[in-house]
């Protein structure tokens, strides 16, 4: 599994693809939904748990896409089906990376979400990051296993958010419903439920995709 | 190393209602060379890929050096390398760590000796430092070669290695492939180029619409007989009835 | 293992297979044939009736409430054909055998049918009843979203590259979808049940004292039952013949010319 986390760390820092997509499409989520709410509005404060969730999942879905378009150019995962290596590592290796790159492109994502919503960096931020993270596993396990297989079909760009979306609403929900009390000043504790549903969601959805993610690659 | 590296029996595919491959069966002994011919659409890569594991098929049994697919375990890839129509190379890498790439994922001892290994033999010179996009279509064709033979695999599957290439690396290549012969690899062919087929395989298999049309030796007697089930395949005229299974 | 399955048997088969096909296969298809339509005629004639002459109105509710004795048998017959995609899709990827992707395919077009008709029937009986067409309550989200996977796995079939592929994802997005779905109508009852309720929502309206009421509700489901397998029936024969049709195409393009 380590060759494989290896080559797409490589692939990603030669042409930062990936990074730069997330990047992008988190921020311009960010400011367009930000954009859409009344900044003197008493109420916008409301909105800042929501805005950060779809900020994460729409640049989210796109960013994992593109991790699988290098796989389709001289159909190099082909390539890889060739190696005598687990279809269930393959999965394991990409979702490791796409995690990684999620929680990479938060590093600048999360500091301007608290610029544009005046929030205060408090300890509150790094409870934050616990429940982001927990998400964006669960998130990139369920993106990676429809990723590849959306990335063989026609309309692929379609695809990909009507499959992943709906099957990533508990992601959603728990996560802005956490979000919204951490901001709130709430402790992780208060959130626990919210956070074992996370978990829970995370281990099912690698499990799952471990065990399946063969009939999705292999022809 | 089990005598049989190759046994197929009544191996199909089909895809949706299209036949791509119909109950062929064939066995190829170990260090043989085997040219199959055919006109496009015949199943040559199909059957390549089904031998490669990259396919299932939806009917039959393969056996790879005497171990059944069924229960046969990942392992047995190990044995396999596979040159396709595509190079299976990332673009935004070097073919250095390309191969590199590979190597760890073959498992081979001291990764970094055999690439260099690679890189000499396949005389790739300074292009192995370049980004796989920046290639030309022989040197291309090279760098997946060199893929393809870093593991030292028993069994090389190649389709179509010749197409479009200039004649020197063409030639190169043809070179390579007895080299690899003479170590002892079995060797499994697609070609449109009779000449060059000719020239590196031992056996000749015809296939036409799915089906076996001919399998037999490469010698100037059976040339003529050859020549005529080949055109009468480009043709497409019906199957005839090739022997049973070769393998005694 | 390097190939999981036995590879998948097409359901053509050689003709000597097709006719060693066990003959209560054959019987039981003429059964099906001949009695379903019928059975189904009737069912949906006698719930109509009882439905719209028979059955007294509501007193709390009034008219409106009828179009519960179709909701409440649609979303039943909703979350039927969702076990049977699941339980078809998870047989298809272990079996491979085509004859499950067609009732997995079958049932995930019935089930759309009938999870719109719980979708739209839903919001008009809840407009005069609770006096907003939407809630956004654990049940109907749920159904909302389920909806939802459903477009995705006839969209997913259609996008393939080919029908094999296509079968093979829109299963796996059918054993994931029916692992994800009790996880997701969870979540939805946390959200809703955490934040106070804006509306009192009140599933199944009164009870229902009236015996009369309990006749067309038990007619209601027995007719939406009937329809529903009727139409997976239908749907599933339908998909057999597109099968032998293109199978027999392919036959005709492989002859040799004159």
């Avoid at chain 3, 009870?207 to 009937?226: E, H, K, S, W």
Wanted: glycine share 8%; with cysteine; proline share 5%.
């Amino acid at each position: 599994m380590l060759p494989l986390i290896w080559k797409d760390l490589l692939i990603e820092f030669r042409t930062k693809e990936t990074l730069v997509s997330l990047l992008m499409l988190g921020l311009l989520t960010l400011l367009v939904l930000s954009l859409a709410f009344d900044p003197l509005s008493e109420l916008r404060p409301l909105a800042a748990p929501g805005t950060l969730w779809v900020a994460v999942i729409f640049a989210g879905v796109l960013g994992i896409h593109r991790s699988f378009l290098c796989e389709r150019e001289n159909e190099c995962l082909q390539g890889l089906l060739l190696c005598p290596v687990d279809r269930g590592t393959i999965f394991l290796a990409k979702v490791f990376g796409n995690a990684l790159f999620m929680l990479g492109a938060q590093c600048v994502i999360l500091p301007v979400f608290v610029v544009f919503f005046n929030l205060f960096p408090s300890l509150a931020l790094l409870r934050l990051v616990v429940v982001l993270s927990l998400g964006i596993v669960g998130f990139a396990a369920a993106g990676t296993l429809f990723a590849a297989i959306s990335v063989r079909t026609r309309a692929r760009e379609v695809l990909l958010p009507l499959l992943v979306l709906p099957l990533v609403v508990p992601v959603l929900i728990a996560g802005v419903s956490a979000t919204a009390k951490i901001l709130a000043g709430k402790g992780l504790a208060d959130v626990a439920r919210w956070l074992h549903l996370l978990a829970g969601y995370d281990l099912l959805a690698v499990v799952v995709g471990w065990m399946i993610f063969e009939y999705a690659v292999e022809e | 190393m089990a005598a049989e590296a190759i046994r197929a029996e009544g191996l199909t595919r089909r895809f949706g209602a299209v036949m791509a491959l119909d109950r062929i069966s064939l066995c190829v002994q170990a260090g043989e060379a085997v040219a199959v011919f055919g006109p496009n659409g015949a199943g040559k890569t199909t059957l390549l890929r089904v031998i490669g594991t990259l396919l299932r098929p939806t009917d039959g049994r393969l056996w790879l050096f005497g171990h059944d697919l069924r229960s046969g375990s990942p392992a047995l890839r190990r044995r396999v390398g596979v040159l396709s129509h595509q190079s299976f190379l990332y673009p935004d890498l070097t073919a250095a760590e390309n191969l590199l790439f590979y190597a760890r994922m073959y498992s081979l001892p001291e990764a970094g000796r055999r690439v260099a290994e690679s890189v000499e033999r396949l005389e790739l010179g300074e292009w192995a430092a370049r980004p796989v996009r920046t290639l030309s279509r022989g040197m291309l064709q090279r760098c997946a070669l060199a893929r393809a033979l870093i593991h030292r695999p028993e069994l090389l599957l190649l389709d179509e290695p010749f197409t479009g290439l200039d004649l020197e690396a063409a030639a190169a290549i043809e070179r390579l492939l007895r080299e690899e012969q003479q170590r002892g690899a079995t060797i499994v062919l697609t070609t449109h180029d009779v000449a060059r087929g000719f020239a590196i395989c031992q056996r000749a298999i015809i296939l036409s619409r799915g089906a076996l049309r001919w399998d037999g030796p490469i010698s100037p007697a059976a040339r003529a007989e050859f020549e005529g089930r080949y055109a009468e395949a480009v043709r497409g005229a019906p199957a005839r009835a090739v022997g049973e299974a070769c393998c005694l | 293992m390097l190939w999981k399955n036995e590879g998948s048997r097409g359901a053509q088969g050689s003709s000597a297979e097709r006719r060693g096909k066990k003959i209560p296969v054959r019987a039981a298809r003429e059964v099906y044939d001949k009695v379903l339509p019928g059975a189904t005629f009737v069912g949906v004639v006698a719930a109509l009736y009882l439905v719209f002459v028979y059955v007294p109105n509501d007193a709390y509710q009034g008219p409106v409430q009828r179009i519960f004795y179709f909701h409440v048998p649609s979303a039943m017959a909703t979350f039927a054909a969702t076990g049977v995609l699941a339980l078809a899709s998870a047989m298809f990827l272990w079996t491979g055998r085509e004859a499950w992707d067609r009732l997995a395919h079958s049932a995930a077009e019935v089930g759309l049918l009938f999870c719109s008709i719980v979708l739209t029937t839903g919001p008009i009986w809840a407009r005069p009843i609770w006096g907003t067409w939407w809630t956004w309550d654990a049940r109907l989200t749920t159904t909302l979203i389920l909806w939802l996977i459903y477009v995705a796995y006839l969209m997913l079939r259609n996008f393939a590259p080919n029908r094999e592929l296509g079968a093979r994802y829109a299963a796996v997005l059918g054993v994931v979808g029916a692992v994800d779905v009790p996880i997701i109508n969870r979540s939805v009852y946390w959200w809703r049940t955490i934040h106070p309720a804006v509306l009192r929502t009140r599933e199944g309206g009164s009870g229902l004292g009236d015996p009369r009421m309990q006749l067309t509700l038990a007619v209601c489901f027995a007719a939406i039952a009937l329809l529903a397998v009727w139409l997976l029936w239908l749907r599933y024969q339908t998909a057999r013949t597109a099968d032998a049709v293109a199978a027999l195409r392919q036959q005709a393009a492989e002859l040799p010319e004159g």
